[in-house]
């Protein structure tokens, strides 16, 4: 679709027949005398057709270049895309796929990845449009599923793919948090979150969760970890409390679509749009070449009139 940013100069498009009504015509002593008998020999040199057809072949070529001119004044854009620059922040999302998070706890309808899965959406529809994402699917094996991305409805699609049990039954919060570090390590951004979503069980891997905690404060990566509200009761929270405390960062509970923590900061507000800059492609330059190569063919059929 080709948008106009300077609209207004279509305005100028009836200039050309405003000059024509309102200035004066030539006054008659600079008017070329012909006798009658001179009048009939020139219409009889004059290519055949009638002189209307003549005069608009005369004007089309002007009368298109002054359109393409003012057309050029408009500035017509097409929009190709958006460019995004970075705020400074890296967020990874590491989502708990064990075979736990398939259940269907007492009282609810759906699973609790699913409900996970939804607040995420949420989630990421709240985060600025500077921020780079990255999603982990881990249980007892830790996968990369998106490696840093302003493309948050990528990530939405990948969500939709994954399948609870795909990286094993049990579940190894350290190793998730190790796989967070090492998509962290070639990058140097002012601000790194990981965000955990997880029951809270921790039954598999080599790598304690603490120990993996305490490596990821040292590069300072803050942990904002997620439990489910039915597990807190049991106790299976206390892990992601644990690895939340060390890094500096929060621990809360899911009970709705919208419960994630707010990982924009204080100086995220405003900073969406500022983020985002529509890329365009601008037509202008084409349509004076094309009022260029008109106009100047009409001074080529001009000067061979003569």
């Known amino acids: 679709m080709i948008e106009l940013l300077q609209p207004w100069a279509l305005l100028a498009l009836p200039l050309p027949l405003i000059a024509?009504?309102?200035?004066?015509?030539?006054?008659?002593?600079?008017?070329?005398?012909a006798t009658e008998s001179a009048l009939v020999l020139l219409r009889a040199m004059r290519p055949g057709g009638s002189e209307g057809a003549d005069r608009f072949r005369r004007l089309l070529l002007p009368a298109v270049g002054w359109l393409a001119l003012v057309l050029?004044?408009?500035?017509?854009?097409?929009?190709?895309?958006?460019?995004?620059?970075?705020?400074?922040?890296?967020?990874?999302?590491?989502?708990?796929?064990?075979?736990?998070?398939?259940?269907?706890?007492?009282?609810?309808?759906?699973?609790?990845?699913?409900?996970?899965?939804?607040?995420?959406?949420?989630f990421l529809d709240r985060l600025p449009a500077g921020d780079r994402v990255a999603l982990i699917a881990f249980g007892e094996q830790a996968y990369l599923i998106a490696p840093l991305t302003h493309d948050f409805g990528a990530l939405n699609g990948y969500l939709d793919e994954l399948v609870v049990g795909m990286p094993g039954r049990k579940t190894s919060v350290g190793v998730a948090i190790?796989?967070?570090?090492?998509?962290?390590?070639?990058?140097?951004?002012?601000?790194?979150?990981?965000?955990?979503?997880s029951d809270g069980e921790d039954n598999a891997g080599a790598l304690p969760a603490p120990d993996a905690a305490l490596l990821a404060s040292d590069r300072n990566v803050r942990i904002h970890a997620v439990g489910l509200a039915d597990a807190e009761?049991?106790?299976?929270?206390?892990?992601?409390?644990?690895?939340?405390?060390?890094?500096?960062?929060?621990?809360?509970?899911?009970?709705?679509?919208?419960?994630?923590?707010?990982?924009?900061?204080?100086?995220?507000?405003?900073?969406?749009?500022?983020a985002a800059s529509p890329l365009r492609r601008n037509w202008s330059s084409e349509l004076l070449m094309i009022a260029a190569v008109l106009l100047a063919g009409h001074l080529l059929v001009l000067r061979r009139a003569r």
């Open 20 to 33: 024509w009504w309102l200035l004066p015509h030539a006054a008659p002593a600079a008017r070329m005398l």
């Open 72 to 122: 050029a004044l408009c500035g017509p854009v097409t929009p190709i895309g958006t460019l995004v620059r970075s705020s400074g922040h890296d967020v990874v999302i590491a989502i708990d796929l064990s075979a736990s998070m398939g259940r269907k706890e007492p009282g609810q309808r759906t699973t609790a990845f699913d409900r996970y899965r939804t607040a995420v959406a949420a």
């Open 178 to 197: 190790g796989l967070a570090l090492k998509t962290f390590e070639t990058e140097e951004q002012q601000r790194r979150s990981l965000l955990i979503l």
């Open 233 to 274: 009761a049991g106790g299976g929270s206390d892990i992601l409390r644990t690895v939340a405390e060390i890094t500096g960062g929060s621990f809360s509970t899911l009970a709705g679509t919208s419960d994630l923590p707010d990982l924009a900061g204080p100086d995220a507000a405003g900073t969406i749009d500022e």
